[in-house]
Nanobody, 115 residues
Framework: QVQLVESGGGLVQPGGSLRLSCAAS????????MGWYRQAPGKQRELVAV???????NYADSVKGRFTVSRGNAKNTVYLQMNSLKPMDTAVYYC?????????WGQGTQVTVSS
């Protein structure tokens, strides 16, 4: 059973930066697709950014140019560097992994952008 553990959320002022981290455990296999989703109060969960093991990325239009997703040197880790944060980025951010057509989710980390 794959387990995902996120860290790095918190409270930041508009225009600030945060870096989220996610590490997967419970599998010997290299996970191809890893990424981040978010869910704001009263809204559906939405894709933020995903990255394959080969480095291909996909971003939501709302975060292009501000967020960067990357894979770590350690196996099955993924990061999300968030710059120029806006109040609209406030949400619970979830790490996601897809392995052998099964999806796995982290417990979520709160990101709040407010002055």
């Amino acid at each position: 059973q794959v387990q995902l553990v996120e860290s790095g959320g918190g409270l930041v002022q508009p225009g600030g930066s945060l870096r989220l981290s996610c590490a997967a455990s419970g599998t010997w296999f290299s996970i191809n697709d890893m990424g981040w989703y978010r869910q704001a109060p009263g809204k559906q969960r939405e894709l933020v950014a995903v990255i394959t093991s080969g480095g291909s990325t996909n971003y939501a239009d709302s975060v292009k140019g501000r967020f960067t997703v990357s894979r770590g040197n350690a196996k099955n880790t993924v990061y999300l560097q968030m710059n120029s944060l806006k109040p609209m980025d406030t949400a619970v951010y979830y790490c996601n992994a897809v392995l052998f057509n099964s999806q796995y989710w982290g417990q979520g980390t709160q990101v709040t952008v407010s002055s």
